[in-house]
């Protein structure tokens, strides 16, 4: 499962639906990976547009590639992933969906090199038979943002392997459902 949460520019604050909190200093990549310690992936979401964040990345990859986990790197910007693709990493691709019309346009490029290994994809386009559809097609399927108790469990229920969320308490929640 995955979380995340937002940031004010340029100012230490982060904030929720539920919460603001000040934080004075950011967490470096390799103290994330030396906290971490191989016992959980990396999933890194790509928000900006320009070839500069895939570099970025990359350089972040190799200057740690020793302590790098599993990592799973996503963004809505395909060009830039494939970019990522073709530098030969270990990182694995998901391609990051929002509409409807962009499911039919994935699903054609997990035919062809380089093929992404799963999906990054809003929860409201998820119905069992895309879920099916998606891994028909060889991908794994992350869902975001979920924050609902009912609907994350639908999504478990349908075989999505991940979900992201905001809402802390939802993996409890879950957890004691089952």
């Known amino acids: 499962m995955l979380r995340h949460e937002r940031k004010l520019p340029a100012l230490p604050v982060f904030y929720d639906k539920w919460y603001i909190r000040f934080a004075m200093g950011e967490l470096k990549l390799p103290t994330l990976l030396r906290e971490i310690n191989h016992r959980a992936d990396l999933f890194l979401d790509i928000k900006s547009a320009t070839p500069r964040a895939a570099d970025a990345v990359l ?22 992933l494939d970019r990522l693709a073709a530098a030969g990493t270990e990182m694995r691709m998901f391609y990051s969906v929002g ?26 386009l998820l119905s069992a038979e895309v879920v099916k559809r998606l891994h028909d097609a060889g991908l794994q399927v992350y869902a975001w943002t979920v924050n609902n108790h009912h609907r994350a469990a639908d999504l478990l229920s349908w075989g999505t392997d991940g979900l992201i969320f905001d809402d802390v308490e939802l993996p409890a929640a879950l957890a004691h459902h089952r």
Do not use: C, F
Request: charged share 30%.
């Open 59 to 80: 350089a972040l990859y190799h200057d740690n590639e020793s302590m790098m986990p599993r990592t799973l790197v996503s963004s809505r910007e395909w060009k830039l």
């Open 99 to 124: 509409r409807r019309s962009r499911l039919e346009a994935l699903l054609r490029r997990a035919q062809v090199p380089p093929r992404p290994a799963g999906v990054s994809i809003r929860h409201t």
